[in-house]
């Protein structure tokens, strides 16, 4: 039987992991155990997995990489998460490069896209807030343009990944008026920023 195209990265990912069950192998039950039980973020098991080049199935052919369908995401996203649910998620939140795939100038994809690839760069997203949750249109922080930039006020909380991302994608209200059109979000190249 022929297998669909867009389970063939999946595939490949499941026999490169190998058996979970042979502690020396990447993302080995044993190993995410261990990880658990540290409490630590599993960075040796991300590196390997950009070392295994997913990060560039979240990015689309035209940028430069190999995403072509939803459901080859889901595909190895699955094989991620038997593994490990944390990993799954750690690694999964290159996701939200989509954002900026699908409204951002061609620039800014390119810059994006050599990031994620190259640099093995990692984002987060900042939407909540501590005092108004999920309620977006109601935060309080605030982007104002101030000659031709932006800057943002505020805080954001929680924001998974925040300390070890290089980019972030913060939500901002844009216009004081509120409404469903007060909301902009940004990219923020934290690696241009004065700490």
Known sequence: MKKL?????????EKDLGDPLNPDNPLSYKRVI?????????????????????????????CGGEFTSFEEFFAFVRVLSRRDQTIGIAFTTLF???LNWMAGTPE???????????????????Y???????DLIN??????KVQGVYILNGEKWPINQA??????????????????KCLTLFMVDKRQLDP
């Open 34 to 62: 261990e990880i658990d039980e540290s409490e630590e973020f599993p960075h040796e098991e991300i590196r390997w997995l950009y070392d295994w080049k997913l990060q560039h199935y979240y990015i689309p052919t035209d």
């Open 163 to 180: 300390t070890i991302s290089g980019v972030s994608f913060i939500l901002a209200k844009t216009d004081a008026n509120g409404g469903p």
């Open 96 to 98: 939200w490069s989509f």
């Open 108 to 126: 800014q994809k390119q810059k994006l896209a050599s990031f994620i690839m190259d640099d093995y760069g990692t984002m987060c997203l900042g």
């Open 128 to 134: 909540s807030e501590k005092e108004h949750g999920n």
């Open 139 to 144: 935060g309080d922080l605030t982007a104002t």
């Open 5 to 13: 195209k867009q389970y063939w990265t999946a595939e490949a990912l």
